[in-house]
């Protein structure tokens, strides 16, 4: 390694503000990793670069994940290594359609020795959290970038990902999030400029959707013979809607309803996505297709009870989650609605809690859930220790769940812990700037800590924002001859 290659890994290191302390352990595992990396090079029958992608190897045996559409998009493809080494890519094992992943054999060289790989983290992917991507080195130099992940989300098909502020180019689709401790924790996932910059969890390793196709690489027709799984128009669509460009999402999808006009899914996801834009005829056309050619279709009930509750109709959602969670009982994002709704709409605060318990034991990674467990509890229930472990455990998952912070803060408050109510009512401002209680009870905390101008800049802003009660504490507390201007 050239020094100034050394040096250039050092500041990454430096950067990686996480683990402020691993030192010379992180250098060891940066050069373990980027020996995992690999970036593949798609060629057309020109001999022309037309698809680039990244990713890692999984096993010392040559099984490595990269992108999938890029196979059905090349001619010719080579593998290349950190190190400047040229590899094979020999058969496609597994795809991943809704993730555009796939699980590839690389051959192996003679006389070479087991490949280096890396192992998946058994944590999963939360907000704030920094990861080292070892990334295609034309879009970052070094191919080695340190990013935090803004926020998560939950998705059907590809479940759990996160979000990183920027995009690094599509060939870095593939490449493997790496934690402090030298695991894959994620895979980045977009490959266009107009896709938000995307993580897969690296849970979906693990996940039913894969399909096994075991199909050699040089086998153009068992290739083509393959588009269903291989042409990215299903991914594109999830990318697209998870990017809330929700008519371009509903496009993508309509291309693979051409390659496959029979799959039920595909139906629901195109009516999720026009429903997002308005586009209710084209919905309940899209969801009758899915019940002609499905007619138990528990999705088209989810999806149908996630349009009636958005526009406002929530008796019809209630009906649909239920037909939903009659036909699958493991589905939890139904289960997580319907509970929400046995409390909004009959008051049923046994029936909607014993739901998210339910949920809870089937995905410990449903944020929802937490939450709304903690604020049945905080309501119904004397035990405020299981409503704090829950918010906790909600945030950790899910920060940008409306209002979790603000109901933390309000416990910290009540528990006289002013500080770090303070903290957590400053968050909860950050993910919503019109945050009512969060302004008004940051106020009272910073009152209690002798910040009186601060309080009162915090209840003036909760005035504006239309809590009327905020004056009533402005003037009693800040208005007078001895008051500070706020």
């Not at 479940?159 to 030298?182: E, K, M, Q, V, Y």
């Not at 009758?288 to 050619?293: I, M, N, V, Y």
Request: hydrophobic share 40%.
């Amino acid at each position: 390694m050239s020094t100034t290659r050394f040096y250039k890994i050092l500041i990454t290191v430096m950067l990686f503000r996480t683990i402020p302390t691993y030192g010379q352990n992180l250098l060891n595992i940066i050069n373990k990793s980027e020996k995992a990396a690999l970036t593949i090079e798609g060629y057309s029958d020109a001999n022309r670069i037309n698809d680039i992608a990244s990713g890692f190897f999984i096993s010392a045996d040559g099984l490595a994940v990269t992108k999938a559409s890029i196979f059905y998009n090349s001619d010719s493809l080579i593998i290349k290594l950190r190190n400047g080494k040229i590899l094979t890519p020999q058969k496609i094992i597994a795809v991943h359609p809704y993730a555009n992943l796939a699980i590839i054999k690389v051959e192996r060289q003679r006389r070479q020795k087991d490949f280096a790989f890396l192992q998946t983290s058994r944590s999963t992917i939360s907000a704030s959290r920094e990861v080292l991507i070892f990334c295609d080195p034309s879009n970052v130099e070094n191919g080695i970038t340190v990013e935090k992940i803004k926020k998560t989300g939950d998705f059907l098909l590809i479940r759990r990902h996160g979000f990183i502020a920027p995009n690094l180019g599509p060939g870095s689709f593939g490449a493997p999030a790496i934690t402090p401790n030298g695991k894959v924790i994620g895979i980045y996932g977009s490959d266009e400029e107009f896709f938000s910059g995307i993580i897969f969890s690296s849970h979906i390793l693990n996940d039913s959707l894969w399909v096994n196709v075991n199909i050699d690489i040089n086998d153009k027709t068992s290739v083509k013979n393959a588009k269903n799984i291989l042409t990215p128009y299903l991914n594109h669509g999830i990318l697209f809607y998870l990017s809330d460009k929700y008519a371009e999402a509903a496009r993508a999808f309509s291309k693979q309803i051409k390659i496959e006009h029979n799959s039920y899914l595909l139906y629901c996801l195109r009516a999720l996505a026009r429903y997002k834009y308005n586009n209710t005829q084209g919905g309940n056309s899209d969801i009758e297709s899915a019940f002609r050619l499905k007619p138990d279709c528990f999705l088209a009930h989810y999806v149908r009870g996630l349009h009636f509750h958005d526009t406002g109709n929530n008796k019809e959602a209630y009906k649909n989650f239920e037909e939903c969670i009659k036909i699958n009982p493991a589905f939890t994002p139904a289960k997580v609605e319907h509970a929400r709704l046995e409390w909004k709409l009959y008051n049923n605060i046994r029936k909607a809690f014993d739901e998210f318990n339910d949920v809870i034991e089937q995905d410990s990674l449903n944020g929802d859930a937490f939450y709304e467990r903690a604020r049945l509890s905080l309501q119904f229930s004397s035990n405020k220790e299981l409503a704090f472990e829950d918010l906790n455990r909600a945030i950790y998952l899910d920060p940008s769940l409306p209002g979790v912070f603000s109901l933390r803060g309000i416990m910290k408050l009540s528990n006289h812990d002013f500080q770090n109510a303070i903290s957590d009512f400053t968050k909860a401002i950050e993910y919503n700037k019109n945050d009512v209680h969060a302004y008004f009870n940051r106020a009272v905390a910073y009152f209690n800590i002798g910040m009186k101008k601060n309080a009162c800049k915090d209840w003036q802003k909760a005035g504006d924002l239309g809590n009327y009660a905020a004056f009533k504490y402005i003037s009693r507390y800040c208005s007078g001859a001895n008051s500070q201007k706020y």
